[in-house]
């Protein structure tokens, strides 16, 4: 079956434009998260949705960025005015159940956002 | 604040040899471990995975060890093979939360002929 995909693969933008990137889970998977991997880090929590619950914003790292899953598939994140510090490869997953459980995350290829 | 460190960013092993991945982390409420592998321009995948209340677990070639008093775990490959050349990312969960991992900066492993 089709595994989480992402879109653009790719994003080069100027400093101070909005960016959206997409985010598809694999079919029926109640949980989606959005990592990000900046250079020589580990993979950073951003955001965590969860069915219909209030999502879990506790990693977003400014009110720049924000996200939505439409129907409880698909999630755009969005970053606004974007920095130079925000190039980093951002990562969805997603995840059978999510809760306080210990599904497997799956993930997506990313999206290698470059802000010039 | 890096909650999981994984302190080699790289190693090189030959093959067949074993390949030890270390990584440790400093927050005691985590109680679920994973490891994580990533080929370039690929999400990370699922390797194996390990629950505190036990210290080891094995699947197949793959072993993970898990020290709570050292606050340390390991991945052992053994027999090494070219394919398992990737990066290693080690992950820790406290489940008495929601399911968001905390993921150490990686450690590439580079299998050699």
């Known amino acids: 079956g089709a595994g989480v995909s992402q879109s653009p693969s790719n994003k080069v933008t100027e400093k101070g434009k909005d960016v959206e990137l997409r985010c598809d889970p694999i079919?029926?998977?109640?949980?989606l998260y959005w990592y990000r991997q900046s250079l020589g880090q580990g993979l950073e929590f951003l955001i965590y949705?969860?069915?219909?619950?209030?999502?879990?914003k506790s990693g977003l790292p400014s009110d720049r960025f924000s996200a939505e899953r439409t129907g409880g598939s698909v999630s755009t994140l969005t970053i606004q005015r974007t920095q130079q510090e925000d190039s980093a490869v951002y990562l969805c997953?997603?995840?059978?159940?999510?809760?306080?459980?210990?599904?497997?995350?799956?993930f997506g290829p990313g999206t290698r956002l470059t802000v010039l | 604040d890096q909650q999981v460190k994984q302190n080699s960013p790289s190693l090189s092993v030959q093959e067949g040899r074993i390949s030890i991945l270390n990584c440790d982390y400093t927050?005691?409420?985590?109680?679920?471990f994973l490891w994580y592998k990533k080929y370039p321009a690929e999400g990370p995948t699922f390797l194996i995975s390990?629950?505190?209340?036990?210290d080891k677990n094995e699947d197949g070639r793959f072993t993970v060890f898990l020290n709570k008093s050292a606050k340390h775990l390991s991945l052992h490959i053994v027999p090494s093979q070219p394919g398992d050349s990737a990066v290693y990312f080690c992950?820790?969960?406290?489940?008495?939360?929601?399911?968001?991992?905390?993921f150490g900066t990686g450690t590439r492993l580079q299998v050699t002929l």
């Open positions: 949705f969860q069915g219909n619950s209030a999502p879990d």
């Open positions: 997953a997603s995840s059978r159940l999510g809760g306080r459980g210990t599904d497997t995350q799956y």
């Open positions: 390990i629950s505190s209340i036990k």
């Open positions: 992950a820790a969960l406290n489940t008495g939360t929601a399911s968001k991992l905390t």
């Open positions: 079919s029926g998977h109640t949980a």
């Open positions: 927050n005691s409420m985590f109680d679920y």
